[in-house]
DNA sequence: TAGTAACCGAGACGGTACGTCACGTCTTATC
DNA sequence: GATAAGACGTGACGTACCGTCTCGGTTACTA
């Protein structure tokens, strides 16, 4: 009689979509990307191997749905009041991103695409740094509101430094990000963009 | 009295090493680390699958040893005069090894890493970083002897933020590196190290 | 109301068991049990590896059920009208599969068992005898009835004696068994049994 | 100078030759004809693989030499002054090379060879068979000088009956054999032979 | 409320690659 | 001259997942 309370799955995946997606996020962060399999993800998630494969073609399709759903990537657009401390928020979330249990197996993950064509995980690491580039124009928008930005301020290559020097360091270095960094980082780059 | 008849192999690793290493290198820029297969190795060295496991336990353990052996990542330190010309040149040195044909594979293979412990990917790429920092010193050495180093200047910082910025930009946006991208990067750092 | 279309696997093994079986005996009769592999079986049989895997865990299971399927070392329980007639029956026949091409590996084959505890031949072996023994008693029961056989005589040893005989000179002593050799080993034990 | 005191090696078989035939044989106790490798047999004789496969070319021509060599299957050919004696003495020996721990694997090996033309093994059963055959010969010659024989008595049938009936129960039925066994046996078959 | 379409579980399968074991051969010292 | 040392090609082992297929049953929307 009433109207359904707003249902779950309105014919977008499997009616186990949550399960799956739950499964996959941990199994990834458990074993890596090279040891996730869809056969332990069926598994775990209490469904058949055919069910998963009738949504999802590969191992890697799955996996950006799981993340597109699940918002682990999600960020929050700091708003501080000034460049450098909206920047140093971004810095620190790229940080913890990077190395936070749950999600360092992912942000991997993503940069694991072999630049082979048709890589799906390439295409979703470009997706989602596209994504979070726009979402964060309102710092720079806000900044040059303020007069805080130099007019010819490259808002791309800031934010490709930052997050850059958190990956090397965190990812590449396997080093850990002392506290700090994020200041010394922002503060690196901010002269090149800062009145 | 006599010599011995230089031996090409001197104890380490099997006859064929080379011919393994080229394959390992040659199939992982062309289909990917997840792609490469210790099997397809073997038979594109001519060897046995067994002769690889007898000397490597794992594909990265043999991706390791054909890395290390083969140079690929190999720098030459720029010495052109001045700071700003050394750092232009290393950074278009790393954008070269991310974006090359051979090379690109091999440095996301890196990254790969998956950030559990005891991964052997994850100790290469350690160590390939250190090992390329030693190397940099000179230049901020000769930076320094000529006065053009900022006192409190992190130079581990500056190859951070330049690397990482070529990182993102070419294997996690996935886009193409611009002419001028170099000097751009350099420039927007320099002023945090530069007299 | 239609009986249902008599499916021809009633839910116990692969579809394709037949041909598994028969190319494990044809194989195990040219090559010997030493000889017998599976990959070869599965080819053979037109299947993957896998699949034979997936329905016994070892080669001694296959044959097993190979043997048991295959109704290989069945026998027709003789009525000759005495027991003599029936015992030299039962001699050939036995002398029949110990020196068959089609059989005589396979009767080999369970002799090879171990002894090592968990052995499945010796346990087939166990079982194979087992049953023939009981399928042989109806022999004597009708030499009872027919007051042929003495009070105390022992129908397992009888036939022990008998096996044992052609046994050796074929399996072990690898002479060929001549004609009327059936004749003469009954006509040797039969003092003991017969009244 | 002086004359080695009977040099333990004339010249055949390696240096560890007793070493190697120990290994073989205990190896073949413990984990059965299948599981014998040259290379265990090898490690434990303290000895390089290359070795063994220089003095012999195969498992079974090892097997054959340790076996020959070691003495495992010698009979004292028994001489208690009656045939049914000495009869029950061979059964009992029988009995006991095919039950005993030390000597069960030995001879169930022998028994494995594949009928296959070729085989090492077959032919050692052969010659062991026919070797042993030939020592018996004594007890039926003196029984036969005691009058104890039938003129048209044939030793070797009774020697494969008396063999054979030992070897079904233990070998194939793996049963235990039940002390009188020999006894029961003997009797059975002395009718046969004996005046 | 019945029909129907979408979805799902179960199970089997061919296939690729894994990493391991033992075989038997070979070459190059060494004793 | 016999051995030791050690690398090697070869073949098979048994396992793990891959991605696909068929079949029969179950939801749940819809007519």
Redesign the interface.
């Known amino acids: 009689m009433s109207a359904p309370p707003q249902p779950p799955r309105p014919g977008k995946g499997p009616r186990a979509a949550e399960a799956i997606f739950d499964a996959t996020l941990r199994l990834l962060a458990e074993?890596?990307?090279?040891?996730l399999t869809v056969e332990a993800v069926a598994q775990e998630a209490g469904v058949n191997k055919t069910t998963i494969y009738r949504w999802w073609p590969s191992k890697a399709a799955l996996l950006r749905a799981a993340l597109l759903r699940a918002r682990v990537l999600d960020i929050d657009i700091p708003d501080t009041g000034s460049l450098r401390g909206d920047l140093i928020a971004l810095t620190e979330h790229v940080s913890a991103l990077v190395t936070g249990v749950r999600t360092?197996?992912v942000v991997?993950?993503?940069?694991?695409?072999?630049?082979?064509a048709g890589?799906e995980l390439?295409a979703l690491?470009?997706d989602f740094?596209?994504d979070r580039f726009a979402r964060e124009q309102p710092v720079f928008a806000r900044a040059a509101a303020r007069g805080e930005l130099l007019p010819g301020a490259?808002p791309k290559?800031?934010l490709?430094?930052i997050?850059?020097?958190?990956?090397?360091?965190a990812?590449?270095?396997?080093?850990a990000v002392p506290p700090g960094f994020a200041a010394?980082?922002v503060?690196?780059?901010l002269?090149?963009?800062r009145t």
Chains 1, 2, 3, 4 share one sequence.
């Open positions: 074993r890596g990307y090279a040891g360092r197996a991997r993950a993503l940069a694991s695409g072999s630049g082979l890589d390439a690491a470009r740094f596209a490259d290559l800031l490709d430094l997050a850059g020097a958190v990956w090397v360091r990812a590449l270095r396997n080093e010394a980082v503060d690196a780059v002269p090149a963009g």
